[in-house]
């Protein structure tokens, strides 16, 4: 292999006296190190053309050599009566060593420091020891410490994402080790993970997310028949964020089981379940912008067991059971769809001593019963929400009631803002009383009639209509009142009354 050549730097870069001054017309001349036995230096970079010593450099202190092996320099002045310089130039050190590699560079020869030049400067730090640094005042820090900050991937612990080998332990252990960290995310790169166990989270004191790159491209996939993905226990507070979650086949397992002392935040989560999505127990939960489906009879999309939680944003479907169900504790939902199949059971569906709050919930499914409550003791508060239909086993359907015949309903405006009303043949219809509720607390009472036969609307005692007349509209019409409560008198006082409108 051919010595490589390379440029004597000192003497290319300029010379200078102890004043600074450049060492104008100064002589060199090149030994082997150690001796005064000549070596030959070339002026070109191939080393084809040798130089008669002296070298004579510029008025500006420079000159240009090339040399294949370490060299002794001499310098002096024009006169070669004072000596400027003796010591070693191109010695050979490790950084001085030149790579070629396709996957370095573009295969172009790249010296080893300029290589860990580049490697240091890609980190941003400064020191040497290829720490990263943010920006100007950042703090150095070790690059694996850097990555760790944004995650741990499932990756890192052997786990494939291939959808063809189970990667279960791979995952629990990242898990583990992120809790032996006192908490942080665990990160689903894109890919199929399978899992053939539950995967656990029961330490309280880490509080832990699994995180995936969005949940079209991140997938946890259970393959046992009978075990839940993901299961929390021990008051733990964990996250799950923009991944999808799915169970196998007929699969009795859960998505995601909650119910035994954890707290679950999901966000843009998507749960396509056999049995129940996600069951949120104690410590209560939160879900933002998820999607959530299951298949099994009878099963909920999104079961509330005890404790609070909120559902904001989603879709809930059940093919044949229920989207979301609250069997205990209280459940705020604002705004998204719930959608069960034909043969479902019920949008939402409220248990005995169960609470629901609901606002612009939406009913997008086969089956028209939106919400569904069989129970006395539930409390129900709902406003800007199409169901569609509601069943109600309290007092009847607090949103809307149609009328083909003579009957009467009883208004619920604790549950409800707005009552629609439709009679659609002769008929009398009753509005009973209503329970009391807060000082100046309104509803309205949306009256609508699609038939040119006679109706009747009679109110009870307890509301004082303006006028003394009951509102009339005409058919194809429809009139709204405005009704707030007076809880001295106990009455509803009709504060306002429309013109008959168009329905």
Known sequence: MAATVSLIQMLATGCLTSAGAPIASGKARFYLPGTLTPVSVYSDSAGATA????????????????????????????????????????IHRAEQLEIQSASVNGGTETTLQALLDAIGTSFGGTAGLWKFKAGTGG?????????????ISVKSFGATGGGAVDDYTAIQNTINFIVSLGGGVVYFPPGTYLSSATLSLSD?????????????????????????????????????????????????????????????????VGIDSHATGAKLGVLGGSVSQS??????????????????AVVIGGTYTSAAGIGIQVSAGQASIYGGAVAPGAGGIAGV???????????????????????????????????????????D????????????????????????????VDVTAAAVVTINAAAAIGFGRKFSLMLCRSTAGAVTWTFNAQYVLQGGAAPAPTNGNMMISIFEYDPISSKYRETSRSASMAI
């Open 51 to 90: 130089i008669t010593p002296p070298l004579t450099l510029t008025a500006g202190g420079t000159g240009v050599a090339y040399t294949k092996v370490p060299t002794r320099l001499i310098l002096k002045d024009s006169t070669e009566t004072t000596t400027y310089f003796d010591g070693l130039v191109n």
């Open 139 to 151: 703090t150095e820090r070790n690059f694996v410490d850097v990555i760790n900050d944004f995650g």
């Open 204 to 268: 309280a004191t880490a509080l832990v997310t699994l995180k995936g790159a969005h949940r079209a491209v991140s997938k946890l996939k259970n393959t046992s028949a009978t075990a839940s993905a993901i299961t929390a226990s021990g008051n733990t507070q964990f996250a799950v964020r923009d991944m999808i979650i799915t169970n196998s086949g007929t699969s009795t397992g859960k998505g995601i089981d909650a119910t035994t002392g954890g707290f679950c935040l999901l966000d843009f």
């Open 291 to 308: 999607v959530m489906t299951t298949s099994a009879a009878s099963t909920a999309a999104a079961l509330i067991t005890a404790g609070t």
């Open 349 to 391: 569906d409220v248990a005995a001593s169960s609470s629901l709050y609901a606002h612009g919930v939406v009913n997008t499914g086969a089956l028209t019963l939106g919400l569904r409550t069989a129970a006395t003791s539930a409390t129900i508060y709902h406003a800007g929400c199409d169901w569609q239909a509601v069943t």
């Open 393 to 420: 086993g309290r007092t009847g359907a607090p949103v809307r009631y149609t009328f083909a015949a003579d009957g009467n309903f009883t208004p619920l405006p604790l549950q409800t803002d707005t009552i629609r």
